[in-house]
């Protein structure tokens, strides 16, 4: 997997011409959306039993593919490791990377990236083994952290620990599977991640109940698609499928009632459910698609992490801004 | 008939037809295709990027680095640089491969000859750990290696002890560090001159044999001035050595020398799986002497363990040496399956990362490829003089 993802890249730059590929016609042309998901992380992007991938991150994609092909179910995904996402994105391998990815200045300055938004507002907490006894994380001097390879998570805690003069032993995994195995093997005292992966992994663990996660929320990680840079069109209809969800939570329009409010007398509704389409490079019923077929922002939240999944994590800052939250889009006129 | 001959005499030919010419012509010619070639792809690769705003060339290698590593040979910090990062990476490679081609000759040598041997148990247990471990693949004996013996491990708390100054658990294996004190610049200083005496003993005993044919006791001499003098350079000083023993923290063993378990499992396994080839090449190498050498040296009155020494070993060794290159490169490039248990070697660190934090994918893996190359040349550089000094010299 990561040989291919390199040889792609090398050979992409090395025998590729500059001009920038037109995302949308390829996608058209393919009829599928190619889509950049993690090797497997609950609520976020994972396969569920039946081999569908499922999660937060996920319905970003096949709101993109409702959007531009109509059907929500026309994605392939790509599971790839934190180290290989980036590079398998330059080379053309997928479309969108929507897999749990911190939106930095670097990232977004130097890799040839553009971030389409914020579709999960998170932080790296800790966490601990509930024998240590450990209350806080000031508390764990001189302890040996999990950790994924790749991540803005090894800088935040390098960072952390040396503002604390605190002393700490890094191990470094591939994967985030790898960090939860090295964890419960008792290799290292305590995991750091997002905190939403630290509830995701820790219904991994054979006693979920033996670990504690710390109240420290140590960076800001605001989550979001990322998309090539140079394909401004593509990049403005990732964007707006995010938005149209979150607009569409906003003005109630759900799954359920999509139909329904098709017909509504509301201008700012009426503008939701079509007619904007083509300034997009869309049909005109793409938002429509969206919600009838992912659903909103809300229903996709509550469905993937929070109330209606086993992680039953809370909206905090990914509520609507009008409800004390963050998560707040662009009109949509 | 000399207007014959002179017809037959080819006279110079024109430049174009001229053989060597035309050879050095298309060698030329070739040499020209591939430099465009070459320039041609970089050109491109810097425009491409270029054009999708990644950004290039070798400057973020003074860039602070800002993340930790788990083992490094050298001082490392987060506030160290990008550049030092290939640094520690490369160091890291370079000590698995050594103690692991170190280990892996030992072992294969043993199990090799063990495999030859008339002890029918010795013999068969040989051929079975050579099967088993050959036929698996590397990376799930080091999975195994890593994981199952990771989880068999006690905790920090409930370490495995000897004489409470060596600890074995979860965390690795502790062992106490020497401190040397003022003074012991003059045991080392001893060690040295024992070498140097050994090597001029030797000299002089062959000499001495050759002339009168009398046998002088080399190795027990060797062993008494490399070993024995520095010893005695060491009590007469008054021993200025202490022990940095390991202290259980809060958390972890703080003082001693710590050997992570991601080094353990992996040079275990890389070790062990070369070793099993090693120990064929080197069953091959011996049974390559024919009997008969055997029979005429006990003919002429030598021991077994004389002509083991003296005519088996050094005739198998020109067979033994050559495959034992291709084991050594094997294990030099298998090393960088240390990524899959996080034991931070240039492909994990660097390679992984380096290359995530900045992105710089064409620079950072042409680095780690030129590491890889570099070391598989120098290790075949070696192994090919090795040869030419152990091949059969005619006279």
């Known amino acids: 997997m990561r040989k291919s993802v390199f040889l792609g890249l090398a050979a992409a730059v090395m025998f590729g011409t500059s001009a920038s590929a037109d995302t949308l016609e390829t996608v058209i042309k393919n009829d599928h959306v190619k889509c950049g998901v993690s090797t497997g992380l609950a609520g976020f992007s994972a396969a569920d039993e039946k081999g569908d991938w499922q999660g937060i991150d996920v319905d970003v994609c096949r709101a993109v593919a409702a959007a531009t092909l109509g059907d929500a179910s026309k994605v392939k995904y790509t599971p790839l490791t934190a180290k290989e996402r980036f590079t398998a994105l330059q080379s053309g391998e997928i479309d969108i990377l929507s897999r749990n990815t911190t939106w930095t200045l670097t990232r977004d300055a130097s890799l040839g990236l553009n971030f389409a938004g914020v579709n999960y507002y998170d932080g790296q907490g800790f966490m601990v083994s509930d024998k240590l006894g450990v209350k806080s994380a000031l508390e764990l001097d001189g302890a040996a952290v999990c950790i994924q390879a790749g991540t803005t998570t090894e800088l935040n805690l390098a960072d952390y620990f040396k503002a604390n003069n605190m002393e700490y032993k890094a191990v470094t995994y591939d994967t985030s599977d790898q960090t939860i195995k090295g964890f419960e093997a008792g290799r290292c005292d305590m995991l750091t991640s997002d905190q939403s992966q630290l509830y995701s992994l820790r219904i991994k663990l054979a006693k979920p109940d033996e670990a504690v996660v710390l109240p420290e929320v140590i960076s800001k990680e605001p989550l979001g698609p990322v998309v090539r840079q140079g394909d401004d069109k593509w990049f403005n209809i990732v964007k707006w499928s995010l938005f149209a969800m979150v607009n569409a939570e906003e003005m109630g329009v759900t799954k359920a009632n999509a139909k329904e409010m098709k017909d509504s007398k509301d201008p700012a509704i009426q503008r939701l459910m079509g007619g904007q389409g083509e300034k997009l490079g869309l049909s005109d019923d793409w938002s429509y698609n969206i919600v009838s077929q992912v659903g909103n922002y809300g229903e996709s939240f509550e469905a993937n992490v929070g109330s209606g999944s086993p992680l039953k994590i809370g909206r905090g800052l990914n509520a609507l801004w009008s409800k004390g939250g963050l998560q707040y889009a662009p009109p949509i006129r | ?395």
């Not at chain 2, 148990?121 to 088993?132: D, G, M, N, S, V």
């Open chain 2, 1 to 395: 008939m000399s207007t014959q001959q002179k017809g037959l005499t080819p006279g110079k030919p024109p430049i174009w037809n001229d053989p060597h010419y035309r050879a050095l012509f298309f060698q030329v010619l070739l040499i020209i295709g591939l430099g465009v070639f070459l320039v041609y792809i970089v050109n491109n690769t810097l425009a491409n990027m270029e054009a999708r705003g990644i950004s290039t060339g070798f400057a973020f290698l003074n860039e602070r680095s800002g993340f930790d590593i788990l083992q490094s040979l050298v001082p490392f910090s987060a506030d160290s640089t990008y550049g030092k990062t290939f640094i520690v990476g490369l160091l890291n490679t370079l000590l698995i491969t050594a103690l692991g081609i170190i280990l892996a000759t030992i072992l294969g040598f043993i199990i090799g000859v063990a495999r030859l041997s008339k002890n029918w148990l010795i013999a068969k247990l040989a051929t079975i750990f050579i099967e088993t471990f050959r036929n698996i693949p590397l990376l799930i004996q080091i999975f195994f290696w890593y994981f199952v013996v990771l989880r068999a491990m006690p905790s920090a708390r409930d370490s495995l002890s000897i004489a409470d100054s060596f600890f074995l658990n979860v965390r690795g294996m502790y062992i106490p560090s020497p401190v040397t004190g003022d003074g012991f610049i003059f045991t080392t200083i001893a060690f040295v001159i024992g070498i140097i005496a050994a090597f001029i003993m030797r000299r002089w005993a062959r000499n001495r044999q050759f002339a009168t044919g009398e046998q002088f006791p080399v190795f027990w001499t060797a062993l008494g001035l490399i070993f024995g003098l520095p010893l005695l350079v060491f009590v007469l000083t008054g021993s200025p050595l202490t022990w940095d023993l390991p202290v259980l923290e809060r958390f972890n063993f703080a003082g001693g020398t710590r050997i992570i378990p991601e080094l353990l499992a992996l040079l275990i396994a890389l070790s062990i799986y070369t070793a099993a080839f090693i120990a064929e090449i080197v069953r091959s190498g011996i049974l390559a002497v024919s009997h008969g050498q055997t029979e005429a040296a006990l003919s002429v009155g030598l021991t077994p363990n004389q002509n083991l020494r003296l005519v088996v070993i050094p005739q198998a060794m020109r067979v033994i040496i050559p495959p034992m290159t291709s084991q050594y490169l094997n294990l030099a490039k298998n090393s960088s399956l240390a990524t899959a248990i996080g034991y931070p070697d240039i492909v994990s660190v660097f390679m992984g990362t380096t290359l995530n934090q900045t992105g710089q994918a064409v620079e950072i893996i042409a680095m780690t490829m030129a590491v890889y190359l570099t070391l598989s040349l120098t290790i075949s550089v070696f192994m090919n003089w090795y040869n030419a000094k152990m091949a059969l010299v005619e006279r």
